[in-house]
C-alpha cells in the first residue's frame, strides 16, 4: 500500500488490518509515535490524518492510504512549531513518553480553536493519558502556544 | 524491629560478590553513543585524548546493616562523570536512569556548579553499567526509592571540582603563571585578560596527578544549584527523538510477543503453535520459563501469533481466588496481633481502660505500575557477552540475573539503558523479570529480539502494589489524647523471596510493610503503642510501587489520626501540631501549607478540605485537598502542597515531582483497583484499570520550606499524603469515613 508520511510517499507490504501505528514505527521507521494501549485509550499514539488527531493504533493503515499522515516528526524540521516552543518553555515534559501524542492532540486543537479555554482543553486533552501527571504543565503550555502562534501569525497546523 | 538506620541502609550489603570493574570495552560493531563511551570508558582508564575524571570515592555514606554481618570491603573503583573534548563540549554521564524525575538535569547542575563550565554546553548521557556507578548507599548501580539527588550530591560535586582543579592546573602550566592566580569562568580558566578554552588543556589535564584534595564551594557561592532550571531532556522528548527501549532497533532484529500464565502459579502442560505458524511475518515460536513466545518481524505479527496459540496450562490451587477470599482472609488476620515491629508500654490494658476508643478497619488493593511505556527488552547474545538495550532502574541487579541466566560474568552483561518511559518501581525488579525473560527468549530462538509487552501483559503480569489491610484502635484521655495506639498491618512482603530479604528482613519484619506506621511521629507522644505484621504468602508477585510502604501507611496512619481529632473534637491541623514534637519537620510543612492554603477560611459552598502530612525518603511533605463531590464523583479542585526536602538542586523538579505525586497518588485514591475472580486479575487495560485524566487535574500549588537540614528524595514523597487529605476533606464535606481505596462515594 501507498501512504503519504510528512509529505513522503512510502510504499510498504503490511497485511490489510495492520494498524497505522506499527506500520510507522516497524515498516517505516518513524519512532516518535508511541504504542501505549493499542485501543484508543491513553492517545500516545495520536498522529494527524488530514488534519484530524486520529488514534493510530485502532486504525488500520489502508484506512490512511491516500490521506496526508503527519506524526510529531513532521509537526516541525526542528521543534519549533509553537506547541513544541510552549512545551519546552513550559518544562512539561518527564518521562516524555507520552508527549508526542499530547502535542499531537494540541496541535490539532489550536489548528481548530487558536484561543481554547481550559473547558476546550478538557475536551481535547481527556484522550491522552499522562502517568506522569503533566497536566497542569500541559493546560499552561497550550494557552502559551495560543500566544506563541498569534505572535507567529497564527499558524498551528 | 524498626531501627532508624534501616531506611537507606536496607539493600546496601547485597554486593555480596562485587564484580570486578569492568574491563576497556572495545567492540566492533557499535556505533555512535555505544563506541563514544566504550571509548570514553577506555580512556578513562589509560586517561588519555581529553580529561575524564577518575573519581576516586569511599563508599562514605555506606551503612552497616545487620549486627554481626560480615563487614564488606567496598571495593574503591574509578567513577567516571564528566568528558571534555576538545572542542569544548562537556558530556556528562549519568549513572543514574532518566525516567521522568528530572536526574537528565539536576545532577548536571550539580557537576557543573563545581566544574564551571558553561551550561549551555552540557550533555548527558547514560552511563553503561559498571562497579564506577554504583549507588553510594546501596553498593549497586540503581535508580530508586528517591536517593538519587542526595546520594550522589557529594560524589558529582567533588568530580565537578577535581576536573576543574586539574583544567586550572593544566591552563597555568601553559600560561606559565601560578595555578592560584587564575579562576574558572564559563568553560574557560581565566588569569588576567587571558582565557584558555578547557577543551584546549583537557588533554593536559588528563595527564596530571589527581588532587589529593578538592575544596567545595559554600553553598552561599552556588550559583547553579538552587536556581530554576529548563530540563535538558525537552528537546528531544518534544519532537520524537529521545530513543526510549520500545524504539530501539538492532541488525536483524526479531519482535517477540510472549504468552504468559493467565493465573498467578499456573504451569504450561502443551501448547500447540501451528495457527501461530501460520501468521504471515511469524519467524519462530519458542517456549521459555515465563510461557511461550513468537517471533515475528514486527509487532503486529508478533501479537497476531501469540494470540494464536492454543495453550494448556495447569491452573493449580490459586485458580479458586477472588479478592472477597483474600479480603475475608486478611481481616481474619488483621483482628489477631502480628509479628511486633514497634512496641511501648501495654496497648491492651490501656485500651481496656479507656473510655473512649477509636476503631477502625482500612483496606486498599492490588495496583499496578502502569507506566507508559510497555515492558521491554532487547537482547543481542554474542560470543563475548550479551547485550542488552532497555529502560531499568536496576543495572546492577540486571547484570547479575542476565549473568545467571547465560552462565557469563557480570561484566559480560552490557547494559545500554534508554530512556524510562516510566518507572515508578516496576522497572527496578529483583527478579529483572522482563530482562531475564527477553534473554531467555534470544537464548531459546539464537536471534537478536526485541520482546514487547501489551497493555493487557502489563496489567496481568503481576509485580504489584500488595494489596493492604490495617486495624487500627486508638484509646483517647479526657482531654482527646491518645494514650494507646495499635496498629495491626497485613499483606504480602515485596522482599521476601528475592535476594535482598537477609538484608532487608529483620525478626520476621519486612521494613518496607511497616514504613511510615512503626517510625511514625506521632508514636513518640503516646506512651503504649504497638505496630505489628502479618505477612501472608500468594502466588502473585508484587513489587515496590511509587512510594513503597508509604503508599498505604500514610493513606491509614493520617486518616486515623483525623478521626481521633474528630472524636477528640478538636481542629485537625491543631490536634496534629500538639502530638508532633515541636522541632518536627511535619510541623514546618504543615504550617507553610496551612498558611498558604487559608486553612480555616471560609470555603464555597458544597466544598470542604483535608491535611495529611508524611515523611517518606526522608522529606516532608503536608498537603491540603480542597473538594466537592457532584453526581456521585469526587472532584479536587485544589491542592496545596509544602515540602521539606532539605536543600534544594532545582526547584522546577520539585514543583514537578510534586504535582507527579499527586497525579500519581489520586489516580489510585480515585480509580485504581486490580481485583482477582479465579485467581485472574479482572482489568486488563486503561478502560477498566482507571488513571486519572487531565480535566480531573486539580491546581496544584507546591511551596518549598527553606531548609538546610539533611537533604531527602523528591520523587516519591509528593505520593503519600494526597489519598489521606482528600479522604479527610471527604469526610469534612460528608461526615462519612471512607477506610478503602479506591474512594466510592456513591
Known amino acids: ?157 | 524491629m524498626w531501627r532508624e538506620d534501616m531506611k537507606r541502609s536496607d539493600i546496601a550489603m547485597h554486593a555480596e560478590t562485587p564484580s570486578p570493574p569492568n574491563p576497556p570495552l572495545e567492540r566492533e560493531g557499535l556505533k555512535g553513543d555505544g563506541l563514544e563511551r566504550r571509548r570514553f570508558l577506555k580512556n578513562s582508564a589509560l586517561a588519555a585524548g581529553g580529561l575524564v575524571i577518575a573519581c576516586f570515592m569511599p563508599v562514605a555514606v555506606r551503612r552497616a546493616l545487620a549486627e554481626g554481618a560480615p563487614a564488606t570491603k567496598a571495593p574503591v573503583s574509578p567513577n567516571a562523570f564528566i568528558r571534555i573534548a576538545p572542542d569544548n563540549s562537556v558530556t556528562i554521564l549519568l549513572k543514574h536512569s532518566e525516567m521522568g524525575q528530572g536526574v537528565w538535569t539536576s545532577l548536571p547542575m550539580v557537576v557543573a556548579e563545581e566544574l564551571g563550565c558553561d551550561w549551555s554546553t552540557v550533555r548527558v548521557e547514560h552511563a553503561p553499567a559498571a562497579p564506577e556507578y554504583a549507588h553510594t548507599a546501596f553498593g549497586l548501580q540503581m535508580t530508586g526509592g528517591s536517593t538519587s539527588t542526595w546520594e550522589s550530591f557529594d560524589q558529582l560535586r567533588t568530580a565537578g571540582a577535581m576536573a576543574r582543579t586539574l583544567l586550572i592546573a593544566a591552563a597555568a602550566a601553559k600560561l606559565g603563571v601560578n595555578a592560584v592566580e587564575c579562576r574558572a569562568e564559563k568553560g574557560h580558566v581565566v588569569h588576567g585578560k587571558r582565557r584558555i578554552r578547557y577543551g584546549d588543556v583537557a588533554d593536559a589535564a588528563a595527564k596530571l596527578p589527581m588532587p589529593a584534595d578538592v575544596k567545595l564551594k559554600e553553598a552561599k557561592d552556588w550559583t547553579i544549584i538552587g536556581k530554576p532550571t529548563r530540563r535538558l531532556d525537552s528537546l528531544a522528548k518534544t519532537t520524537g527523538t529521545a530513543e526510549f527501549g520500545i524504539d530501539v532497533k538492532r541488525p536483524d532484529m526479531l519482535v517477540a510477543v510472549v504468552a504468559r500464565a493467565p493465573v498467578f502459579g499456573a504451569k504450561l502442560r502443551t501448547f500447540d503453535a501451528t495457527k501461530a505458524k501460520a501468521v504471515a511475518g511469524v519467524v519462530d515460536v519458542v517456549q521459555v520459563p515465563s510461557g511461550v513466545a513468537v517471533l515475528a518481524k514486527h509487532f503486529w505479527a508478533a501479537k497476531k501469533g501469540r494470540d494464536a496459540l492454543v495453550l494448556d496450562w495447569d491452573e493449580g490451587a490459586f485458580a479458586s481466588v477472588t479478592t472477597a477470599s483474600l479480603r475475608e482472609e486478611y481481616r481474619r488476620r488483621a483482628a489477631t496481633a502480628g509479628t511486633p515491629a514497634k512496641v511501648a508500654g501495654d496497648v491492651e490494658s490501656a485500651l481496656k481502660a479507656a473510655g473512649n476508643v477509636v476503631e477502625g478497619v482500612y483496606e486498599v488493593p492490588f495496583l499496578a505500575h502502569a507506566p507508559m511505556e510497555p515492558l521491554n527488552c532487547t537482547v543481542a547474545i554474542g560470543a563475548d557477552g550479551c547485550d542488552v538495550w532497555t529502560g531499568t532502574q536496576f543495572q546492577g541487579v540486571d547484570q547479575m540475573n542476565v549473568a545467571k541466566a547465560l552462565g557469563i560474568k557480570p561484566e559480560q552483561v552490557r547494559i545500554h539503558t534508554t530512556f524510562l518511559g516510566g518507572g515508578f518501581g516496576r522497572r527496578a525488579n529483583p527478579a529483572s523479570d522482563f530482562i531475564a525473560e527477553a534473554v531467555q527468549v534470544a537464548k531459546a530462538s539464537k536471534r537478536t529480539v526485541k520482546v514487547v509487552w501489551t497493555r493487557e501483559d502489563d496489567i496481568h503480569g503481576g509485580y504489584y502494589r500488595p494489596m493492604w489491610t490495617s486495624r487500627l484502635r486508638a484509646a483517647l484521655d479526657k482531654d482527646g489524647k491518645p494514650t494507646a495506639w495499635s496498629h495491626t498491618i497485613v499483606g504480602q512482603s515485596i522482599i521476601e523471596g528475592t535476594p535482598f530479604a537477609s538484608a532487608m528482613i529483620k525478626d520476621g519484619i519486612d521494613a518496607t510493610s511497616v514504613e511510615g506506621a512503626a517510625d511514625s511521629p506521632y508514636l513518640a507522644a503516646i506512651p503504649a503503642h504497638r505496630v505489628d505484621l502479618h505477612s501472608p504468602t500468594s502466588p502473585v508477585t508484587v513489587l515496590w510501587w511509587r512510594s513503597v510502604g508509604h503508599s498505604h501507611t500514610a493513606f491509614v496512619v493520617e486518616s486515623f489520626v483525623d478521626e481521633c481529632a474528630h472524636a477528640a473534637k478538636q481542629d485537625p491541623l491543631a490536634y496534629r501540631r500538639a502530638l508532633l514534637p515541636k522541632d518536627a519537620r511535619e510541623r514546618r510543612a504543615l504550617d507553610l501549607a496551612a498558611d498558604k492554603f487559608g486553612w480555616g477560611n471560609p470555603l464555597p459552598d458544597g466544598h470542604a478540605a483535608g491535611l495529611a502530612v508524611h515523611q517518606s525518603f526522608d522529606s516532608y511533605v503536608a498537603q491540603i485537598a480542597e473538594v466537592s463531590v457532584a453526581d456521585g464523583k469526587v472532584r479536587v479542585h485544589r491542592v496545596v502542597c509544602a515540602i521539606d526536602c532539605g536543600p534544594v538542586v532545582n526547584p522546577l523538579t520539585v514543583e514537578a515531582q510534586m504535582q507527579s505525586g499527586i497525579a500519581y497518588g489520586l489516580s489510585a485514591a480515585l480509580h485504581g483497583e486490580l481485583t482477582l475472580k479465579s485467581g485472574r486479575i479482572e482489568q486488563s487495560n486503561f478502560h477498566d484499570y482507571v488513571a486519572l485524566r487531565l480535566p480531573e487535574m486539580p491546581k496544584v500549588e507546591v511551596h518549598i520550606v527553606p531548609s538546610t537540614d539533611k537533604m531527602g528524595g523528591c520523587g516519591e514523597p509528593g505520593t503519600p499524603p494526597i489519598a489521606p487529605a482528600v479522604g479527610n476533606a471527604l469526610f469534612a464535606l460528608t461526615g462519612k469515613r471512607l477506610r478503602s481505596l479506591p474512594f466510592r462515594v456513591a
Open chain 1, 1 to 157: 500500500m501507498k501512504l503519504v508520511v510528512n509529505g513522503q510517499p512510502h510504499e510498504v507490504d503490511a497485511p490489510a488490518d495492520m494498524p497505522l501505528l506499527w506500520v510507522l514505527r516497524d515498516l517505516i521507521g518513524l519512532t516518535g509515535t508511541k504504542f501505549g494501549c493499542g485501543m484508543a485509550q491513553c492517545g500516545a499514539c495520536t498522529v494527524h490524518l488530514d488534519g484530524q488527531p486520529i488514534r493510530s493504533c485502532v486504525m488500520p493503515a489502508v484506512a490512511a492510504a491516500g490521506k496526508a499522515i503527519t506524526t510529531i516528526e513532521g509537526l516541525s524540521k526542528d521543534g519549533t512549531h509553537p506547541v513544541q516552543r510552549a512545551w519546552q518553555e513550559t518544562d512539561v515534559v518527564q518521562c516524555g513518553y507520552c508527549q508526542s501524542g499530547q502535542i499531537m492532540s494540541a496541535a490539532a486543537l489550536l489548528a481548530q480553536k487558536p484561543q481554547p479555554s481550559d473547558a476546550d482543553i478538557d475536551t481535547a486533552m481527556a484522550g491522552n493519558l499522562c502517568r506522569c501527571g503533566t497536566y497542569q504543565r500541559i493546560r499552561s503550555a497550550v494557552h502559551r502556544a495560543a500566544e506563541l502562534a498569534k505572535e507567529g501569525g497564527g499558524h498551528v497546523a
